[in-house]
């Protein structure tokens, strides 16, 4: 196999999209529950980030959702106890219940990730 990950270390990405003229509620929710995370001790890594406008030239592949719309959050803790207590913080249940009519789909998409090389 040519992947890997630091001995432990689960990886993801959280992705949504923020229903039409929710996308403001969505980051403040976002922002706030960033805060949050980060102070977890096994957090590495908590980053949110809003899909935005290519430059001029670039190839980009396109997708359905309006720019702005779209969520992305990298997310790195220091092993699967650690994304366990993340799992299971009350601000999560919170976010997530706050977020759930504001966004298109059921809940977060979540991939798993596995470094390269």
């Given amino acids: ?6 001995e432990g270390v ?12 929710r996308e403001e509620e969505v980051e403040r929710l ?14 590495l890594e908590f980053t949110p980030h809003r899909v935005a406008h290519a430059p001029a030239g670039a190839a ?9 719309s779209r969520f ?11 994304f ?3 799992l299971a913080g009350q601000y999560g249940a919170e976010f997530n219940a706050a977020l759930h009519p504001l966004i298109v789909e059921d809940r977060s998409s979540l991939t798993f990730l596995a470094r390269l090389g």
Wanted: glycine content about 6%; proline content about 7%; hydrophobic content about 45%.
């Fill in 1 to 6: 196999m040519s992947w890997s990950k630091p």
């Fill in 10 to 21: 689960v990886e993801l990405v959280a992705e949504f999209t923020a229903l039409p003229g």
């Fill in 30 to 43: 976002l922002l706030a529950l960033t805060a949050e995370v980060r102070n977890e001790p096994g957090c």
């Fill in 60 to 68: 980009v592949a396109t997708s359905s959702a309006p720019v702005g």
């Fill in 72 to 82: 992305h959050v990298t997310e790195a803790y220091r092993d699967e106890e650690a």
């Fill in 84 to 86: 366990a207590a993340h």
